[in-house]
């Protein structure tokens, strides 16, 4: 069930603005949307942009945001913008706009996964503004999850967490899949942020909320799974439990679906930093070595820094044998501007 306009842009978009910083406000910014002299927009509108945004994430699945991200940023500004511009009626304009905030969501997080981080961020915002403008609750939900998982990943645990909790108190009548999504997303920044109790509160309820979706039914392209351990394994990292966090990790690994290349390249490569991080050099050779073999069918600021890591994390172990075949294979695989 969707938030009134009124609510999503007073009530729960209030707590947005004190977590992020120079947020803009949403109220009366769909004025902005105005009205141009494009033709008449319908609904047949509206599911191409649907299908397009579809169509190019599951390229960003499997080939990564540097291949995927030109072609969504070319179709926002030559096909989309002109459709919010086009004459329309209000439940046509509403889905189209619903329809923009989800591919603004999608671009950002190729923004993010080339390491554009600023850039990242416009989109996020922009992605926010249509869906509450639109009162699209999940796509509003799921940008500021995505906000919060860019902030843990550069480290800033706190922000991280508050944009995770205003994602979940926005979304009081979220389904259980919703619920594991954002719930794991709140472990994990807890997590980092040092507090272990609501991490383990908050993934305990992630875990009872994917069993009770996953009994209903079972879901493909959406939190799943792989994605609970991966947070599992992300939690128990963070508190210092590494055999846990190997253990969660390889379960994820296993429950991966095949068309997510580019997560299963860096998860591997996760994987590996943790299990050389417990002492067990060999084992992560071996789980470099996987990730190599993928490797060059991703196009991924993520996926590199990851293996920029490997390099530095093997070189003082070229001594094994295992760590000086895998820093050979690496020479020609990686690009050579990552390996200086």
């Not at 910014?29 to 002299?37: D, H, L, P």
């Not at 999608?106 to 600023?118: C, P, S, W």
């Not at 843990?152 to 205003?166: E, P, T």
Request: one cysteine or more.
């Amino acid at each position: 069930m969707f938030l009134s306009r009124r609510s999503a842009v007073t009530a729960g978009l209030f707590s947005v603005a004190l977590t992020i910083p120079n947020w803009p406000d949403v109220v009366g910014r769909m004025e902005m949307v105005r009205r141009g002299s494009s033709p008449r927009m319908g609904m047949s509108d509206v599911e191409t942009v649907i299908a397009m945004t579809e169509r190019i994430s599951e390229l960003d699945d499997q080939f990564g945001g540097r291949h995927a991200r030109p072609m969504a940023a070319a179709f926002l500004v030559n096909t989309v913008a002109p459709y919010l511009r086009a004459d329309a009626t209000d439940a046509v304009r509403k889905a189209m706009m619903a329809a923009a905030s989800d591919l603004c969501y999608l671009t950002g997080y190729m923004a993010v996964d080339e390491g554009l981080e600023g850039l990242g961020q416009k989109y996020y915002l922009k992605a926010l503004e249509l869906a509450g403008a639109s009162e699209d609750h999940l796509t509003y939900c799921t940008t500021l999850r995505g906000m919060s998982v860019q902030a843990v990943d550069l480290g800033h645990g706190s922000s991280a967490l508050r944009l995770a909790n205003s994602a979940a108190s926005a979304s009081p009548q979220a389904g259980p899949r919703m619920r594991a999504f954002l719930a794991g997303q709140q472990a994990h920044a807890a997590a980092q942020s040092g507090d272990t109790s609501d991490a383990l509160r908050y993934l305990k309820e992630a875990e009872a909320a994917m069993d009770k979706a996953e009994s209903r039914e079972k879901s493909f392209g959406s939190y799943d799974p792989a994605s609970l351990h991966y947070h599992i394994s992300h939690v128990r990292y963070e508190l210092g439990d590494l055999p846990g966090a190997i253990d969660a990790m390889k379960e994820s690994d296993k429950l991966c679906y095949e068309i997510y290349r580019r997560s299963r390249v860096k998860e591997r490569a996760t994987l590996a930093e943790f299990q050389i991080q417990h002492g067990h050099l060999e084992s992560a050779c071996a789980t470099w070595n996987q990730a190599l073999d993928e490797y060059s069918l991703v196009k991924s600021g993520r996926v590199d820094r990851r293996m920029q890591r490997m390099v530095g994390m093997i070189r003082p172990h070229l001594e094994n044998q295992h760590a000086r075949s895998l820093y050979e294979r690496a020479r020609t695989v990686i690009p050579p501007s990552l390996l200086a």
